[in-house]
Nanobody, 135 residues
């Protein structure tokens, strides 16, 4: 069992910045891969950024150069630094964590190609944090 806690969402104007954080509380120690997904109204939930293994990082094309994912493995925490935010970044942002290696690879691929992921695709999910960008 695990509990995923996200924070850091909010409302900003275009060009602004936000920093999201996600901490996974697990009963037993395990190597986790972690990633961020977002779900905008009328669209599917899609991958944004992921951190797999010792440092394999992937980004969706839409956020490359603007978003940065980082991780503190000692705290099971992953961060998403978002800069130069655009109207199209408005969405509910979800943190996902996974302990099974094949699914970690799937997470990495999902993010890289900007594919969608259902709410049951990966093992652990947070409740989401809203990011709203306005002009």
């Amino acid at each position: 069992q695990a509990h995923v806690a996200e924070c850091g969402g909010g409302s900003v104007q275009t060009g602004g910045s936000l920093r999201l954080s996600c901490t996974v509380f697990v009963e037993t120690s395990s190597d986790l891969c972690m990633g961020w997904f977002r779900h905008a109204p009328g669209y599917e939930r899609v991958g944004v950024a992921s951190f797999v293994g010792d440092g394999t990082i992937s980004y969706a094309d839409s956020v490359k150069g603007r978003f940065t994912i980082s991780r503190d493995p000692a705290k099971n925490t992953v961060y998403l630094e978002m800069k130069n935010l655009k109207l199209g970044d408005t969405a509910m942002y979800y943190c996902a964590a996974e302990s099974r290696f094949p699914e970690c690879i799937r997470m990495q691929t999902t993010v890289s190609v900007g594919a969608s992921a259902s709410a049951t695709r990966f093992r652990f999910w947070g409740q989401g944090t809203q990011v709203t960008v306005s002009s």
